[in-house]
């Protein structure tokens, strides 16, 4: 009987996971008594935020929700959501209990999360607090359907390439500021027995990334949009033209470490490793501002010193954009505890907090930038901070089967393209078939 | 407790109490039936009210147990199936069309051929291998020391297990146990050239062959040295015997140098020998001449080689392949074609040692003397093993076989944790396209609960037949 038992359980795993529905339920704590909302004491109530951040970058925001425990009273809980945050907080809705507070990267899940009625509009002290400290641009970032949901807590400056100034002083070649010149370095140190670049095609997140950047400069901000809301098809010739960029670079012979397959096996973390770590195997690394915190983590160089970056060059001419990304808190509940956490994390108190600990860039624009602990993050928030043009991760605002997680059709698509980067209009009508499929389903 | 249930009757409340374990202490208004059902006359058994008792009480012992059933295997099954005919949030019936998705959609046909290769492959493996360490190990001394070392894979989580293979199946020899040994060896017989990894200056006089050989496009004469330039070699690769390379020559007969024409820190001329860049020692270099070989030699210190009697002109230079060899990168445990192999190998390490330890089980229940009576007979060894010691453990072995397979089709963690993300596809499962449709990022739970559906129904023969040969064995 128990055996029965144990393999059909087992078999339905799904089955267990959606049905017993109770049972992922945490201890809910009811908007208690005092029903004075925007009162700062909290002691005694419970307030559950749910992140990716593990690790570090845990630690580092345990220090923010000290801060707002001791000030409010109120007893913080961290839940990390890993890798699968939306699995993690798919789950918990089904089961009828999400955390009060989560800090989400994909404003594509924001905005389906937001549609479905899941989360909770941001008003009162929190809105407020959100108008004082954000530019207008960061306030529409957060917006669906003209309704203020997502505070950026913290945020990524995702135009960056990073590099090792040995490597380059040996080859004696200069950040470069075109796509011309970041041809010309990455050939020359090729030349000097120096593997260019370290592309980490394990992960496909790192690949849409490269896609992005490419194509913001290429078509422009307001084709970006299109194409991330679907209004544009993937057939166009932009996309195309980004693509053939991107795939001949990636071509390039004794460019990319590892050559194709060896990139595909390389994930993120790895490569910053192979790039900054005792014996560089690569000359460059481009992914964001946290590659800095990662490089720091590993403790081999040190970043300002021997590990710079340098803006993503300007393609034909382009002007500086930046390709931005960012954890945006989300209130999931209206209880008093959860409005004030709300309030807490758009304040520039709680970003300095995490700011003093490097690897975190804010776009508050009250934070004093003296917090940051050094000039290369100084260098990265400012620009951040002011620009004007900003374009969210294009991948973070498609629906998640398309851009949003492992086993995504533009992640998976993008590693078949570097694993044979020459069909730039083949890959494009594979992604704009995976689009229609993706997109149509919303 | 169970009485307060009951209906009000002097009878059946008598009928309860003679469940108590002290039937001494009852009430002495016993009626009959109760002290016939007392004293297990059958008769009293078949009669009407006695078996309502066994009945209810049957009932009550099995409640808990039917309920947990109840709500933990009935309801998820039956949701499941529900949710399996709706669209992806179960929000709108649609019929059988996650059944159609599910064998139309490309995916999900590469995970269930894959299954299908896991359930072929993996239990036999496992069962052999288990069978062969069972049959040796009972033959050695500190049996139990060795069957307690294969055993020990068990004894960790399969989550860690997968992590650990991950870093034996890494790509980099460096990192990779798999591929430090694959590189060792290989190396042993092929060791790369010292020159791996240069090609030519673009611009320059030089092509690459197939071979890995650099030859002159034209031809070149005698009358002054040919510049071959090379780059690409990293500097801590650069021999310690290179001197700086000679710039002009005033010699005799078909000459030249090959130089790695890179100024560390940029600065030099391509093509032109600057003043700090460096011969190439020891290269191989032939003359050819209409395709033929006319003339060996190898560079010296300062890059310089020279064919003396070799003049006039219509020549070609050739840098001999073996000069460039490659190391040996490894095997890409974890791409495309091999990814699911090399999981099934770290399946393998993990339950060979469960296998070999119920199957020594087995072997150990066979009665002696018919091995014995058989090598009396004068069978060999061989023969004893073949014709009395498997026979004897077939029961066995079919359970541990029929375990695997069901534990096979629902293989899951080790694939997620092993197979990196860029091979998921390739080595994906049945229960693995179930997770990541219904969580990874396709929140379609119609899809998903169909997939499990599929699950259990190739997992029920399996269950079926477990079934079957528990309950002969009990008989």
Redesign the interface.
């Known amino acids: 009987m128990s055996r029965v038992l144990r393999s059909g359980a087992a078999a339905l795993a799904t089955a267990v996971a959606l049905g017993a529905a109770g049972c992922g339920g945490g201890t809910e704590v009811p908007g208690s008594g005092s029903a004075a909302g925007s009162s700062t004491s909290l002691s005694g109530q419970t307030v559950e935020v749910a992140a990716t951040w593990s690790g570090t970058e845990q630690a580092n925001f345990q220090a923010v929700l000290d801060a707002f425990a001791k000030k409010t009273g109120a007893t913080v809980k961290y839940t990390s959501g890993g890798d699968d945050m939306a699995a993690l907080i798919n789950s918990r809705l089904a089961g009828g209990a999400p955390p009060d507070v989560a800090l989400i990267a994909q404003p594509g899940v924001i905005a389906e999360f937001a549609r479905k009625g899941a989360i909770k509009p941001v008003t009162g002290a929190a809105a407020t607090a959100m108008d004082a400290n954000y530019s207008p641009a960061w306030k529409q970032l957060g917006m669906v359907d003209g309704q203020l949901y997502g505070i950026p807590f913290k945020v990524a400056n995702k135009s960056v390439v990073w590099y090792r100034t040995e490597q380059f002083a040996q080859a004696g070649v200069q950040p470069p500021t075109t796509w011309e010149e970041f041809v010309t370095v990455t050939r020359t140190l090729a030349d000097a027995g120096i593997n260019p670049m370290a592309v980490p095609g394990g992960d496909g997140w790192t690949l849409t990334d490269w896609f992005e950047n490419v194509y913001l400069r290429v078509a422009g901000p307001e084709k970006y949009a299109q194409l991330a809301a679907h209004k544009l098809p993937w057939t166009d010739p932009t996309v195309v033209e980004a693509l053939k960029i991107l795939g001949e670079y990636w071509a390039m012979p004794r460019t990319v470490q590892g050559g194709s397959s060896g990139a595909l096996q390389l994930g993120f973390t790895q490569s910053v490793a192979d790039v900054f770590g005792e014996k560089p195997k690569s000359a460059m690394l481009f992914e964001g501002d946290f590659v800095g915190a990662e490089i720091t983590k590993l403790g081999k160089v040190k970043v300002g010193e021997t590990a710079k970056f340098f803006d993503w060059p300007s393609i034909k001419g382009s002007g500086p954009a930046v390709v931005t990304a960012g954890d945006q808190a989300v209130a999931f509940k209206d209880t008093p505890g959860a409005v004030a956490l709300m309030e807490f994390l758009a304040s520039p108190e709680a970003a300095a907090q995490m700011a003093a600990k490097g690897g975190f860039l804010s776009a508050n624009k009250n934070l004093d930038l003296a917090q940051y602990p050094d000039d290369t993050i100084r260098a990265l928030a400012t620009s951040v901070v002011k620009a004007d043009l900003l374009q969210f991760d294009l991948s973070d605002l498609t629906p998640q089967a398309f851009g949003g997680g492992t086993s995504a059709s533009m992640w998976k698509l993008l590693q078949d393209f570097l694993a044979a980067p020459t069909d730039a209009a083949g890959i494009a009508q594979k992604l704009e078939d995976a689009a229609k499929r993706d997109f149509g389903s919303k | 407790m169970t009485r307060t249930s009951e209906p009000v009757d002097g009878e059946r409340t008598a009928a309860t109490t003679t469940a108590d374990p002290q039937p001494a202490e009852a009430p002495a208004a016993r009626s009959e039936t109760a002290a016939a059902d007392r004293s297990g006359v059958p008769g009293a058994a078949r009669g009407g009210r006695p078996r309502w008792e066994g009945r209810t009480i049957a009932v009550l012992f099995l409640a808990p147990?039917l309920l947990t059933?109840a709500?933990?295997?009935v309801?998820?099954?039956l949701?499941?199936i529900w949710?399996s005919l709706h669209n992806?949030d179960g929000s709108r019936f649609v019929g059988l069309d996650n059944y159609v998705t599910m064998f139309t959609a490309a995916d999900v046909r590469k995970a269930i051929t894959n299954n299908v290769i896991w359930v072929v492959v993996a239990p036999s493996l496992v069962t052999i291998i288990g069978l062969i360490l069972a049959v040796l190990t009972e033959r050695v001394r500190m049996a139990t020391a060795f069957k307690t070392i294969l055993f020990m894979p068990m004894a960790i989580s399969f989550l860690a297990a997968g992590v650990t293979f991950r870093m034996v199946y890494?790509?980099s020899p460096d990192r990779g146990a798999a591929n430090a040994f694959a590189v060792a060896v290989h190396d042993m017989f092929r060791s790369p050239s010292p020159y791996h990894?240069?090609?030519v200056?673009e611009g320059s006089l030089l092509v690459a062959d197939a071979d890995g050989a650099l030859r002159t496009a034209g031809n070149v004469d005698a009358n002054q040295p040919v510049l071959l330039p090379l780059?690409?070699?990293?500097?801590d690769?650069i021999p310690s015997a290179a001197a700086p390379a000679a710039a002009t020559d005033a010699g005799q007969g078909l000459r030249g140098v090959v130089w790695l024409?890179?100024?560390?820190?940029?600065?030099g001329t391509a093509g032109v020998v600057d003043p700090t860049e460096r011969g190439l020692p020891a290269m191989a270099v032939e003359a050819l001449r209409d395709g033929a070989v006319v003339g060996r030699t190898t560079t010296a210190a300062d890059g310089r080689f020279s064919f003396p009697d070799l003049t006039g002109d219509g020549y070609q230079i050739r840098l001999a392949g073996s000069n460039f060899t490659e190391p040996f990168?490894g095997v890409?445990w974890?791409?495309p074609s091999l990814v699911t192999p090399a999981i099934i190998g770290a399946y393998i390490w993990i339950w060979a040692g469960f296998a070999m330890v119920l199957i020594s089980a087995g072997l150990a229940a066979i009665p002696r003397d018919a091995l014995e009576a058989a090598r009396m007979d004068g069978a060999t060894e061989w023969q004893v093993f073949r014709l009395v010691t498997a026979p004897l453990v077939r029961p066995v072995l079919t359970v541990v076989f029929v375990t695997l397979v069901?534990n096979v089709l629902?293989i899951f963690d080790l694939i997620l944790v092993i197979a990196?993300?860029?091979?998921?596809?390739d080595a994906n499962v049945v229960a693995l396209e179930?997770?990541?449709v219904?969580?990874?990022?396709?929140?379609?739970?119609g899809l998903?609960?169909a997939l499990?559906v599929l699950?259990?129904l190739l997992?029920l023969p399996a269950?079926l037949l477990?079934?079957r040969s528990?309950r002969k064995g009990v008989s």
């Open positions: 147990a059933l709500a933990l295997v309801y998820p099954i949701y499941t949710l992806a890494d790509e990894g240069t090609s200056r780059v690409g070699l990293p500097e690769r024409d890179f100024t560390r820190g940029g600065g990168a890409t974890l791409g069901i629902k990196p993300e860029s091979s998921q596809d179930m997770y990541r219904s969580f990874g990022g396709g929140l379609d739970f998903g609960s499990g699950l259990f997992v269950m477990r079934i528990m």
